[in-house]
């Protein structure tokens, strides 16, 4: 009887029921919207690591394991890495941001190509001119880019020569002398990634790099340097979820605290009726907080299917600059979220409801 | 019926704290009400008859004086303790019927049923009451699908519900027109002469307090009139 009534009573006044839900449903979607973002920037990173072919990458002692880091090392290093023991090739990358988190890698496109095992070219074909261009399927679909056409990036025009399947270490990929050149990183690269002859001897290659390399470059398997692709890895990028999510329990708490507010002021009379029928005050708070948790779940439903929703806009805007994955382990951290801001919401207007005198609620008109 | 009122009032005072001023409803009422009588208490705005329709539902507590309902001493009771007094002794009878929107006439009903802690289902007889009161035919209503006299009479079946001791109805009459008012204050009768329920009604009107077998005018807080109808 009391789901009966909890159930009518948000039934009852439908638009505010929706409107609560839906602003609950919005924080739900902002946090998991922000955690897939987070997660899908870093897979992202990881997957067009992994697409290189590489089995080992080589960087300057201590630098980020993320792609933001300076060129620092010194391009002579990828042909002595290259005559090491069970390394079959190396390839040096210079990285350089063009945008937001957006980057575009310069390498030795034949050897890169050799190294990746073949790319698929959805359009055009592979660089041929220093100041051609290769932009992969999201790059492409992002800025509506056709092959042929001229394009200014770095404050210098590049000719789109290709478009390949994504996945496959940058978004742009560009001849590495040019971009040495453009960038003032003449005979540096940012990074080496190394291909070992076979996958069982990487290790022994890792270990035997690290000991010739001792005090310039530190090397690591790409399995180790995927799984640094965390955000627990990453202290602000984990602050700023801190903060998103804190955000969330206010806008959450606030909500419910008015809707449920207005709602207790507009039945005053009804509670009055329901506390002269015998409801003591843990009864009238009973419903209250039923009430709130119905319009709490009901908002984190809204909200997971509206993350899908912004997953989906997300991707087809800006597909290149942003990646965004669903992450349905954080569906009851969202919900959970969401459930206490409602709750702390229900609080005050719950116990004013419980406090309530019976005979000056019956005489609320 | 037993020989022992249901409703015993000794000494009744109210004294409510407005501001610095203190304003004594009640000045001291003795009243016996007996078990199965159907009593009008009658009075003029003010007088103190809904002061006592409060103390007697268990939803204000006196000041002084004794007040013995169904045999329980309700004058030290704590709200707690008089809210449960309300569950299971008192039925109420508002002049705006107070039925909840957003139920249904029947689920009205039963909610003050699920309040008192009744569970199973409602009994034969009191399924028949429904046809007394013509209201079998409109329990899957929401109150504003009913017209005030089937709002009133849902409420009295809510009031009933629960098997009171006494059933407590504020003007019940007071939002109906006249053929719903006789309507209703015939069914009060008819519960009370058939059902041996305790009915102590509140009203202004003498035309509705003829119903009763017998009325107590109030004025200033003490009774004024104490006669069979």
């Known amino acids: ?365 | 019926m037993t020989s022992d009122p249901i409703i015993q009032v000794r000494g009744l005072q109210k004294v409510y704290q407005t501001g610095d001023v203190p304003v004594r409803a009640l000045r001291g009422i003795d009243l016996d009400v007996a078990r199965g009588e159907f009593l009008a208490v009658i009075g003029p705005s003010g007088s103190g008859k809904s002061t006592l329709f409060h103390i007697l539902g268990g939803l204000a507590a006196p000041t002084e004086g004794e007040v013995i309902i169904d045999g329980e001493n309700i004058q030290h009771l704590s709200d707690s303790q008089r809210t449960e007094l309300r569950q299971h002794k008192v039925g109420f009878v508002f002049q705006k019927y107070n039925l909840l929107p957003t139920l249904t006439a029947l689920d009205n009903i039963l909610i003050a049923r699920y309040l008192a802690r009744q569970n199973g289902p409602l009994s034969d007889d009191f399924k028949r009451l429904f046809d007394l009161l013509g209201i079998a035919n409109r329990l899957d209503h929401k109150p504003r699908a009913l017209s005030g006299g089937e709002q009133q009479r849902v409420a009295i079946a809510r009031a009933l519900v629960n098997h009171p001791a006494i059933v407590l109805a504020d003007e019940p009459t007071g939002n109906l027109d006249t053929e719903n008012s006789t309507i209703v204050l015939d069914l009060l009768r008819a519960i009370n002469h058939d059902h041996g329920q305790t009915i102590l009604m509140i009203t202004h009107n003498p035309e509705a307090a003829a119903f009763a077998d017998r009325t107590v005018a109030i004025r200033d807080g003490r009774i004024a009139v104490d006669s069979p109808a």
């Not at chain 1, 009534?5 to 609560?20: A, D, Y």
């Not at chain 1, 690591?49 to 201590?62: C, D, M, S």
């Not at chain 1, 890169?112 to 698929?120: A, H, I, S």
């Open chain 1, 1 to 365: 009887m009391i789901n009966k009534l909890v159930f009518e009573n948000l039934k009852h006044r439908w638009v505010r029921t929706l409107l609560t839900a839906v602003v609950i449903g919005v924080q739900v979607t902002l946090i998991l919207t922000i955690v897939g973002l987070s997660e899908g920037m870093l897979q992202d990173s990881a997957r067009r690591a992994r697409g290189v072919g590489a089995q080992i990458w080589l960087k300057p002692e201590g630098s980020s394991s993320f792609t933001l880091a300076s060129a620092q090392v010194n391009e002579k290093f990828v042909a002595f890495v290259s005559k090491q023991p069970h390394v079959d090739s190396a390839l040096g990358v210079l990285i350089a941001q063009i945008f937001g988190f957006t980057s575009m890698a310069g390498v030795d496109y034949d050897e890169f190509v050799e190294m990746t095992g073949g790319v698929k070219y959805l359009a055009g074909g592979p660089l041929r001119q220093p100041d051609d261009i290769i932009v992969d399927q999201f790059y492409q679909r992002q800025n509506d880019i056709k092959v042929g056409q001229s394009l200014k990036i770095l404050n210098h025009q590049w000719h789109v020569a290709g478009v390949i399947e994504e996945g496959k270490l940058s978004h742009i990929i560009v001849s590495l002398s040019r971009l040495q050149s453009l960038t003032g990183n003449a005979g540096r690269v940012t990074q080496i990634v190394v291909k070992v002859d076979n996958p069982a001897n990487t290790q022994t290659a890792i270990n035997q790099l690290n000991a010739v390399l001792k005090g310039n470059l530190h090397a690591v398997s790409i399995d180790e340097l995927t799984s640094l692709y965390n955000v627990n890895n990453l202290p602000p990028l984990k602050g700023f979820i801190n903060v998103i999510t804190a955000l969330s329990i206010f806008v959450g708490f606030l909500v419910v605290f008015l809707s449920l507010y207005t709602a207790v002021i507009e039945r005053t009379r009804e509670i009055g009726v329901l506390k002269a029928l015998g409801a003591k005050p843990m009864k009238i708070l009973d419903i209250l907080i039923r009430e709130t948790l119905l319009l709490a779940v009901f908002g984190c439903i809204i909200g997971i299917l509206l993350s899908y929703a912004a997953k989906a806009v997300i991707m087809w805007y800006a597909p290149a600059f942003l990646q965004v994955v669903i992450v349905p382990g954080w569906w009851p951290v969202a919900a959970l979220i969401a459930i206490v801001g409602a709750l702390l919401g229900a609080v005050y207007p719950g116990l004013k409801a419980a406090r309530q005198d019976p005979i000056e609620a019956l005489a609320y008109d």
